[in-house]
């Protein structure tokens, strides 16, 4: 369950610890291959309000990379946190993924048939990152970071979304670096595949929309 948080202006990030107090911390720790052994430790708490969904991300692992800084670039090549969610609870569903610096990729569809975002939907994303935003070969040590995402509802474009309220839709939430010296694949709720393979909305888990 999500709560709703009343707020119908513009998001602004100095409000975000205020808004996400009262929210659930969530582990993403899900990892059954054995071949990727690493898992780092990953958190997210999640709300929304009547115009955006929020999130903020908590990390600590052994590597980081942001390489990538362009919309659509392929981010889960860095240190990278993904939210896959189903409107519809069929197999067409919306990926949004982000680096440790916020750089976002999204499309739509089913697992084979995929619609990458136009510009201007990826413009409408917030995000802030502890890292900053310049783009960083890998770095090898203890590192801390947290990622702040707002995610308005238009970015839903190919749905007419006017609210989420007592809506529940399908979901994963994921944590991976698939070109990181530790290559490591976590999610929310856990794939029952032999190899990491996010793109499973079978194994989607189900978020509520409370509106209190």
């Known amino acids: 369950m999500v709560n709703h948080l009343h707020n119908k202006k513009p998001y602004s990030f100095e409000h975000l610890d205020i808004l996400m107090a009262y929210q659930d911390l969530h582990p993403i720790n899900q990892g059954k291959w054995e071949q990727y052994p690493y898992q780092p430790s990953v958190k997210f708490k999640i709300g929304y309000t009547d115009i955006s969904i929020l999130l903020k991300v908590f990390v600590q692992e052994n590597v980081i990379r942001a390489k990538y800084d362009q919309y659509n670039d392929p981010v889960y090549k860095d240190s990278c946190f993904e939210f896959f969610l189903s409107l519809d609870h069929n197999d067409d569903y919306y990926n949004f993924e982000f680096n440790c610096i916020g750089t ?43 990622l702040a995402l707002s995610i308005p509802f238009k970015c839903f474009f190919k749905h007419d979304v006017k609210s989420l309220i007592g809506k529940t839709c399908g979901v994963n939430f994921y944590k991976c670096g698939d070109e990181l010296s530790q290559k490591h694949f976590l999610s929310w709720k856990p794939i029952e595949t032999q190899i990491p393979d996010f793109h499973r909305p079978e194994y989607f888990g189900e978020l509520f929309f409370n509106q209190a």
């Open 104 to 146: 976002p990729y999204l499309a739509y569809g089913n697992k084979e048939n995929r619609e990458v975002a136009p510009l201007n939907i990826l413009e409408s994303i917030h995000s802030i990152s502890s890292l900053g935003s310049q783009t960083f070969e890998e770095k090898q040590g203890k590192f801390t970071w947290n």
